[in-house]
Every structure is written in C-alpha cells, then in structure tokens.
C-alpha cells in the first residue's frame, strides 16, 4: 500500500489509493463540521449516518443493530439514541409487524439539518457523475462496494483483535 510502484499498473493502483484515503479524510472533516455545527460528538454523527444508509436501503436500523454495527454495548446505545431523540435528530418507532421491536428513523428536524448543510455536496456530487456514463458509473460501484466490504471485513477483523487481545481481569 505505501511501495513505491514502478509499472503502470502499480502506479495506477496507488494514485487511486491515494485517492481514496484523501476522499475518506476529506468527508472525515465533512462529518466533523457538521457535527460540530450541530453539537454531535463522533460516535452521534456514526448513528446518524447508520440510521440514514438503513433508511436508503428500506430496512430501518434497530438499537441492537445499531450498536452491532458501532461496536457499542446496549446501554451506550440506549445513552446515545435518548440524546439523539433529545436534540430532534431521530426518533423512534414501533414496528407495524412486530410491536416489540423498535425502529430508528431520521426525525423532521434531523433531516432538514443535514439537508441543507450536506445539500450543496450532493448537488457537487450528482455534477460528477453526470460526467460518467452508465457503463462507468457501474464499474465504479462494483469497485466501491468491493472497497467498501473490504474495509468492513478488516474493521470487523481488528475489532475481534482487540476484544481478544484485552486483559480480562479480575472482577
């Protein structure tokens, strides 16, 4: 990843490496500004961006999945969904089919926050890829989703690292 690379390809590959770390640090401090304008710590800006893709895909996020996905025990989840619900940036509803089971969903007031902050990126973002074609585009997104299940699994590899690896103790 960091070797200097000599054949076209290898150089290629690294610009685009290159491209991906800047991208991933440029909408780190994206994220940042607006959770700093909003008073959302890191971990609040996560859920958001967690209840906001389950809401893309149609299969809104439970608090579990939530703190699956976040790597959070159930009572920091609790914590961080009541102060979520709290500033108005989510709430949360009963499943129709399964009244037990609660489901988080953007609030009125959350949505409307990050559609005008993230809005203007968005507009940015449809201009680029107009300048693609279909055919494009499509290679495009079987490389980022390939990139994207990658990093995933790493993620999930050094998350189960480091639950091995801390002292248990004596309680």
Request: hydrophobic residues 40%.
């Amino acid at each position: 990843m960091y070797r200097r690379r000599d054949d076209p390809r290898g150089r290629l590959v690294a610009e685009i490496t290159n491209d991906l770390r800047r991208y991933s640090a440029d909408a780190q401090h994206v994220g940042h500004a607006f959770a700093g304008l909003h008073g959302l710590n890191p971990t609040d800006l996560q859920a958001l961006i967690a209840v906001m893709e389950a809401e893309l895909v149609g299969d809104p996020i439970t608090p579990g999945r939530l703190g699956d996905v976040l790597n959070l025990s159930s009572g920091s989840v609790t914590a961080l969904v009541d102060r979520l619900e709290r500033a108005g940036h989510i709430r949360r509803d009963r499943d129709t089919a399964d009244r037990r089971k609660i489901l988080l969903h953007y609030a009125d007031r959350g949505a409307t926050l990050a559609q005008s902050f993230f809005g203007p990126l968005g507009r940015r973002t449809d201009a680029v890829m107009d300048r693609f074609t279909d055919e494009e585009l499509a290679v495009v997104h079987r490389f980022m989703g390939e990139m994207v299940h990658s990093m995933r699994a790493h993620r999930d590899e050094v998350r189960a690292a480091r639950v091995t690896a801390e002292p248990s103790g004596d309680r």
